[in-house]
């Protein structure tokens, strides 16, 4: 059963500090691999996706990196400001052959980010 | 709006009741997704459609958890007789290429049962 884990469970820096997000996964047989932004009591806002194929994605200040064989992503978060407050997660894609498909969610990292 | 939405945004029952969610995915989106979130915790999977049928519904808790989508757009999420331990935030989330595509989410119901 896949299994994913976010590390930390929460984080705290002040404004301007570059930060790193930890995920891993224990099945490496996943399509692609996604990262979310979640503010509380809000509905899901999809930041990056990487197919399993890619090893890296860029979106402004943010990049995340996909390491399939060792079952980890990261997701590099550069210059913080207070508005990146919320909750990250990250989510795998799995499929079957039966032609299923979902998304396997960790269990988030709060960030904070002080003034 | 392009999004995808949900209604209603809030819903408050009473145990035993009957509770219909609605989900209104991105226009020309053929695969839709619901999952449920508890709080501190991550969403997790209930159901997939692609076009009307359901392709996996391995994530339903039990039978009172049943969900539609008739003409391939619109889906419901229906709950029989519900019980505190249903409430939740539902989630309803589309993606227009099933296997490779981004999901997106809409805001979620937010259902209590008293």
């Known amino acids: 059963k896949q299994e994913v884990t976010q590390i930390p469970a929460a984080l705290s820096v002040p404004e301007g500090e570059n930060l790193v997000l930890n995920c891993s996964f224990t099945d490496s047989a996943i399509y692609n691999l996604q990262w979310f932004r979640q503010d509380p009591g809000k509905g899901l806002t999809s930041l990056l996706l990487i197919q399993s194929s890619q090893r890296e994605q860029t979106s402004g200040r943010l990049n995340a990196s996909l390491d399939k064989s060792s079952g980890r992503s990261t997701l590099y978060i550069a210059a913080s400001q207070p508005g990146d407050s919320a909750t990250y997660l990250c989510?795998?894609?799995?499929?079957?052959?039966?032609?299923?498909?979902?998304?396997?969610f960790g269990k988030g990292t709060k960030l904070t980010v002080n003034p | 709006g392009a999004g995808v939405s949900q209604t209603p945004s809030n819903k408050v029952t009473e145990k035993g009741k009957y509770v219909e969610l609605r989900c209104d995915p991105i226009?020309?989106?053929?695969?839709l997704y619901w999952y449920r979130q508890s709080l501190g915790q991550g969403p997790e999977f209930l159901i997939y459609f692609q076009g009307t049928g359901a392709a996996d519904d391995s994530g339903l808790p039990n039978d009172r958890f049943f969900a539609v989508r008739p003409e391939g757009s619109v889906s419901t999420l229906k709950i029989q007789r519900t019980e505190r331990g249903d409430s939740a935030v539902y989630l309803c989330a589309s993606s227009l290429l099933a296997g490779v595509g981004e999901q997106f989410f809409g805001p979620g119901t937010r259902l209590t049962v008293l």
């Open positions: 226009s020309g989106h053929t695969a």
């Open positions: 989510a795998v894609l799995l499929g079957s052959q039966g032609g299923s498909e979902k998304l396997v």
